[in-house]
Nanobody, 119 residues
Framework: QVQLVESGGGLVQAGGSLRLSCAAS????????MGWFRQAPGKEREIVADITWSSGSTGYADSVKGRFTISRDKVKNTVYLQMNSLKPEDTAVYYC????????????WGQGTQVTVSS
């Protein structure tokens, strides 16, 4: 059973930075990709960024391009989300997720970490 544990959330002022981490354990196979999602109160969950595990190819939502950077450490089985120039609208619970196949749904999810950006 794959387990994903996020950390690094917290309260930060607008313009500040945070780095989220997601450590994966229990894998007996290689994932295709991992992603960071977020869900704000009253809103649907949305994808923020994803990264292909083998190649390191990345993708970003338009709302975070140029401000957020996703990366991974294959040795530590950890994916990161560096968030700079944070805005109040970035406030949400952030989740990491793991996908085994190249397409389709994400298979495993973390418990989430709260990010709050004050104005």
């Amino acid at each position: 059973q794959v387990q994903l544990v996020e950390s690094g959330g917290g309260l930060v002022q607008a313009g500040g930075s945070l780095r989220l981490s997601c450590a994966a354990s229990g894998r007996t196979f290689s994932s295709w990709s991992m992603g960071w999602f977020r869900q704000a109160p009253g809103k649907e969950r949305e994808i923020v960024a994803d990264i292909t595990w083998s190649s390191g190819s990345t993708g970003y939502a338009d709302s975070v391009k140029g401000r957020f950077t996703i990366s991974r450490d294959k040795v530590k089985n950890t994916v990161y989300l560096q968030m700079n120039s944070l805005k109040p609208e970035d406030t949400a619970v952030y989740y990491c997720a793991d996908r085994v196949a190249a397409i389709g749904k994400y298979d495993y999810w973390g418990q989430g970490t709260q990010v709050t950006v004050s104005s």
